[in-house]
T-cell receptor, first 114, second 114 residues
Framework: SAVISQKPSRDICQRGTSLTIQCQVDSQVTMMFWYRQQPGQSLTLIATANQGSEATYESGFVIDKFPISRPNLTFSTLTVSNMSPEDSSIYLC???????????FGPGTRLTVT | AQSVSQHNHHVILSEAASLELGCNYSYGGTVNLFWYVQYPGQHLQLLLKYFSGDPLVKGIKGFEAEFIKSKFSFNLRKPSVQWSDTAEYFCAVNPPSNTGKLIFGQGTTLQVKP
């Protein structure tokens, strides 16, 4: 299994500001994803973080709002830009293991926008 | 629209009762199926998965699930629940696009009374 860490674990931010969330994996992985879990709801995929190229966004999510970087096979960042209270969620990074095709999730970043 | 549906949103059981949580999906073709659990204050953990072969799969902590292709279902079962099984349970599908991404159901909150 992969060990995933995220920073920060939680933050409280003001409306209109931006926050960058980091995801670090302890081994090289081919696939990395970013999900959002809004309060009391399930997980929704934001985008696939592609190494060396632009992320692939799901319907309803755009690069200007959620820019993603993935400079190598063990690290990715997600930025939540120009935040509003509706962005208050838990943001999770996940990776797919090469061997078992299982997806592992990080501990999440709990974001509150005031 | 293609989706994953979990029929039970909130389930309350007494210890030693049997559990069955329903999950249906609407994707055609070959899919990979997963059940994840999120214990209070913890991150998502993989309970079990189905890729191919025996449609009855066994996971951790005494959980099992049965894939019924004709019904597009992947129901989670446990013969006798424990108080420690209190958690949020998510069914997830890896659609036939083979991009690795997961589509989650709405989640089921299980509360086990001691």
């Amino acid at each position: 299994s992969a060990v995933i860490s995220q920073k920060p674990s939680r933050d409280i931010c003001q409306r209109g500001t931006s926050l960058t969330i980091q995801c670090q994996v302890d081994s090289q992985v081919t696939m990395m994803f970013w999900y959002r879990q809004q309060p009391g709801q399930s997980l929704t995929l934001i985008a696939t973080a592609n190494q060396g190229s632009e992320a692939t966004y799901e319907s309803g999510f755009v690069i200007d709002k959620f820019p993603i970087s993935r400079p190598n096979l063990t690290f990715s960042t997600l930025t939540v830009s120009n935040m509003s209270p509706e962005d208050s969620s838990i943001y999770l990074c996940s990776v797919v293991s090469r061997s078992a095709y299982e997806q592992y999730f990080g501990p999440g970043t709990r974001l509150t926008v005031t | 629209a293609q989706s994953v549906s979990q029929h039970n949103h909130h389930v309350i059981l007494s210890e030693a009762a049997s559990l069955e949580l329903g999950c249906n999906y609407s994707y055609g073709g070959t899919v990979n199926l997963f059940w994840y659990v999120q214990y209070p204050g913890q991150h998502l953990q993989l309970l079990l998965k189905y890729f191919s072969g025996d449609p009855l799969v066994k996971g951790i902590k005494g959980f099992e699930a049965e894939f019924i292709k004709s019904k597009f279902s992947f129901n989670l079962r446990k013969p006798s629940v424990q108080w420690s099984d209190t958690a949020e349970y998510f069914c997830a599908v890896n659609p036939p696009s083979n991009t690795g991404k997961l589509i989650f159901g709405q989640g089921t909150t299980l509360q086990v009374k001691p």
